[in-house]
């Protein structure tokens, strides 16, 4: 069975540009869930969609904004880039409602904004 | 709001055991991860405590003390593939969010 696939591997951009990310979650999990992970930090939580539908958003500027299409696959979209936007960008999916909802999480998006 | 501490390096010998421990303070409580990172990769699931006690799983064994909001992550016959940062994530959940809160991770060398 596949795991949780993203695009592009890295991503190079400047500052002020717009930067799109892609997920795709284990086939029949409907949750998606998108993180930052900083040099140094954690994860911080950026979007949770399931069913098409935004569930929750973490505590960042409204140029980040994302999707989730019919197949269940994600977009994350980083508007006006800043430096501080690099970053690596797990996306992770899971089956919402079932016991401990362990989240899998894809290989990630390497995003640098020069 | 949430607070998850863990301590950010440990060092040990490859045979040896080590416990990582992680605390944290929530307004609720709904379950406790941890998950292994290596450098460059994707973390990867270890363990779920939503009860007290000890959760084991061959070399790996987690514990949860909700009345103390203390768990530790113990690794035992330490191995090199060990080396790698450990998430300790909680789960407050007060509406259903499912949304767990990471903390920075603890970045475990493993030395011959």
């Known amino acids: 069975e596949a795991g949780v696939t993203q695009s592009p591997t890295h991503l190079i951009k400047t500052r002020g540009q717009q930067a799109t990310l892609r997920c795709s979650p284990i086939?029949?999990?409907?949750?998606v869930y998108w993180y930052q992970q900083a040099l140094g930090l954690g994860l911080q939580f950026l979007l949770w969609?399931?069913?098409?539908?935004?569930?929750n958003r973490g505590n960042f500027p409204p140029r980040f904004s994302g999707r989730q299409f019919p197949n269940y696959s994600s977009e994350l979209n980083v508007n006006a880039l800043e430096l501080e936007d690099s970053a690596l960008y797990l996306c992770?999916?899971?089956?919402?409602?079932?016991?401990?909802?362990?989240?899998?999480f894809g290989p990630g998006t390497r995003l640098t904004v020069l | 709001g949430q607070n998850i501490d863990q301590p950010t390096e440990m060092t040990a010998t490859e045979g040896a055991i080590v416990q990582i421990n992680c605390t944290y303070q929530?307004?609720?409580?709904?379950?406790l991860f941890w998950y292994q990172q290596h450098a460059g990769e994707a973390p990867t699931f270890l363990s779920y405590?939503?009860?007290?006690g000890l959760e084991e799983k061959g070399r790996f064994s987690s514990f949860l003390s909700r009345s103390k909001g203390y768990s530790y992550l113990l690794l035992k016959e330490l191995q090199m593939k060990d080396s790698a940062s450990y998430l300790c994530?909680?789960?407050?959940?007060?509406?259903?969010?499912?949304?767990?809160?990471f903390g920075r991770g603890t970045s475990l060398i493993v030395h011959p």
């Open positions: 994530a909680v789960r407050d959940d007060p509406g259903g969010s499912y949304i767990p809160t």
């Open positions: 405590n939503v009860l007290d």
């Open positions: 992770a999916s899971s089956l919402v409602g079932t016991g401990g909802n362990e989240q899998f």
């Open positions: 086939s029949g999990h409907t949750s």
């Open positions: 969609y399931d069913e098409g539908e935004e569930r």
């Open positions: 929530t307004s609720g409580f709904n379950g």
